[in-house]
């Protein structure tokens, strides 16, 4: 199957405007790049407010002022190098209003200032915040998920794996869950479009500090053991057909189902990395995040 025609159009301005790619940059460089592609969301979110877990910034997103709602701590992607709370305020907005439920943005440190595993620490703190603190976030701390997307889905999983505090559901879109990149379609899609193998090896690089560290559990959940993934909650898994990441989040969410793990795994065919970002583009991003929703919808209940 090719690409959807809007994901084709994006994907023809993407290497129309692109003059360099990910690799070849600074990670301040790259940043930058990436938060200028970003389109501004203009849903209207009942509160928003930005919150210190604990020495981590995020980011509060209230759908309605009743407070017997649930909690998604969101980790946002962009390979552990790029990325923050303002490129991903969109998906934020977008999961609260059609959930119902709140929505924390995490704004973890960055590689390659921070390396690992300073993103799992910032990211573990802040959920243990949230747990604690409910009453000032206005949810009820018996009922709260974990996701992300990318590198933000690697987090989660990760944090799901470390069972900090009792979850709900995990929510991992196109998630990084193998950093030694041994699948097949690390190649068969390793020239893009958006995400290539090449920038891979760039985030992953920057992220270990050019450590061989890929075979760490808490790095690559992948790798936990079975007795580890029977323990984990519900999960929603979704790939994208043209992701170089799309075998491992596939292969992963095959494991939980096989662990006995309630888990739908959802490939959205003629799509690429990072369709979940483009909700003002394309129609699979609003479908992918109704499907986000009503599963965040049924475990929050």
Request: aromatic content about 8%; overall charge negative; glycine content about 8%.
């Amino acid at each position: 199957m090719p690409l959807h025609p809007q994901s084709q159009m994006v994907a023809d301005l993407f290497a129309a405007t692109r003059q360099v790619p990910f690799e070849e940059l600074s990670a301040p460089e790259a940043r930058e790049v990436y938060k200028a592609g970003r389109i501004p969301s203009t849903a209207v979110v009942y509160e928003i407010r930005d919150v210190d877990a604990n020495g981590v910034p995020c980011r509060l997103y209230r759908p309605s002022a009743n407070t017997n709602i649930g909690l998604l701590v969101f980790y946002h992607g962009g390979g552990w190098v790029i990325g923050d709370l303002d490129t991903h305020d969109g998906i934020c907005r977008s999961l609260a209003n059609k959930s119902g439920h709140a929505v924390l943005s995490v704004g973890y440190r960055l590689a390659p200032e921070h390396k690992f595993p300073a993103a799992i620490d910032d990211s573990i703190a802040a959920l243990k915040w949230a747990h604690k603190n409910a009453t000032v976030l206005g949810i009820d701390p018996s009922r709260i998920a974990v996701g992300g997307d990318s590198a933000g889905g690697n987090i989660a999983a990760i944090v799901a794996q470390q069972q900090i505090v009792p979850l709900k559901f995990q929510m991992l879109i196109y998630p990084a869950v193998d950093l030694t990149m041994q699948f097949p379609s690390i190649v068969e899609n390793g020239d893009g479009p958006i995400l290539t193998a090449a920038s891979m090896n760039w985030f992953v690089n920057h992220y270990l500090g050019g450590a061989n560290g890929a075979t760490d559990v808490k790095v690559s959940p992948m790798l936990a053991s079975d007795d580890v993934l029977k323990l984990m909650p519900p999960a929603l898994v979704v790939t994208a057909q043209f992701d170089p990441l799309r075998d491992e989040g596939e292969a992963y969410g095959k494991r939980l189902v096989e662990n006995g793990v309630n888990t739908t795994i959802v490939r959205f065919n003629g799509q690429f990395h990072a369709f979940f970002e483009m909700l003002e583009i394309l129609d699979d991003a609003e479908v992918a995040h109704w499907q986000a929703a009503a599963l965040l919808r049924k475990y929050l209940a």
